[in-house]
């Protein structure tokens, strides 16, 4: 493919995944990877995943600093340090076909909680849980927002916190991936390209996604987070 329809298209996929993001609190990676996977190898299409959703992670928790729960952020992290070491090694031992079942059965899970408005328990021992199980997924298989939605949204968090709690914990997260992307040294000429074709997206998308965001009730959160796990199902059971 030529370099621009490849620029092009990257930047309209960065633009998208934005949306998801800031309407629904996650979804980046998982609009942004199934697209990009079209026109690149998986090594960029996860790296650029990964720098992408920091960037736009740290600038919402930047801007939604004050709705953060940090209470419940250092829980989950104190879950994440756990659970990221599991991940990989689950990652390097468990065939493909496991890892898609985990996949499944964790959107599953955070759809139930989401629809049935199922309570979670509110301790330290949930939130740790949940912590584990979201680091686990992300080194082992690239999708960990679901059980951090169930969580979030089972203690009713209003929306601007909710998102805000939620960006704060994926930040951390994909600074960790950021750091041993940039350690293997395979960052190629095409994906710094792809890379400021995904920046130059985000400032418009960022000014639309904001302006609806305002708009949104917690019903109608509600309801953009249910769709987009059913997404997720949707694209794991199709392209993995």
Known sequence: MDLLPLLLITAGATALAVLSQLLTGFGFALVIVPILLLIAEPAETVGMAVVLGLVMCAIMTWRDRQHVDRGKIAELLLGSLIGLPIGAAALAWLPDAALKWVIVASVSGALLVVVANLALRNRRSTTTAVGLLSGALLTSTGINGPPLVALLRANQYPPSRYRATLSAIFTVQNSVGA????????????????????????????WLGERLFHRIDAARLRQGIIGMLLLCLVSVLWFR
């Open 179 to 206: 750091a041993l992307l940039a350690g293997t040294g395979k960052l190629s000429l095409l994906f710094l390209a792809m890379l400021g074709a995904g920046l130059l997206a985000m400032p418009p998308a960022f």
